[in-house]
């Protein structure tokens, strides 16, 4: 399992662009020591066929929203540069394919 950091940063921070090539992604949402996952994400930029698109991942809401005044829930959307309404990205679930990236963390899925 291949594990390497594309990019890390905190709540209010931009992490800035990066070019990716045209996978299905995970997304990793780490705790603030880097070390304990709290939700993980699919990304599924092949298989949306987002091919040379721009787009990027915005962070809403809270891990535990009955300790927040009953807030929205956590989640991970994408923003596409053209415009349009945000996409929710889904949970991910299953972690059978051998092959990661990390990032916020990404692992591609094929």
């Known amino acids: 399992m291949v ?7 905190g ?11 045209t996978l299905d992604f995970m ?6 020591t880097g070390t304990a996952t709290v939700a993980s994400y699919q990304a599924p930029l092949a298989t949306l ?6 787009l990027s991942v915005m962070a809403s809401g ?4 009955a300790n927040n005044s009953d807030g ?14 945000l996409v ?4 991910f679930t ?9 990032a916020m963390s990404f692992y591609p899925t094929r």
């Open 3 to 9: 594990n390497v950091e594309l990019f890390s940063f």
């Open 11 to 21: 709540y209010g921070e931009f992490a800035g662009h990066s070019e990716l090539p």
């Open 27 to 32: 997304l990793e949402v780490r705790d603030k």
């Open 49 to 54: 066929g987002l091919e040379g698109q721009s």
């Open 62 to 65: 809270f891990l535990n929203p």
């Open 72 to 85: 929205e829930a956590f989640g991970l959307y994408v923003v596409f540069a053209a415009g349009g309404a």
């Open 88 to 91: 929710e990205l889904p949970v």
């Open 94 to 102: 299953n972690m059978e394919e051998p092959n990661e990236i990390s």
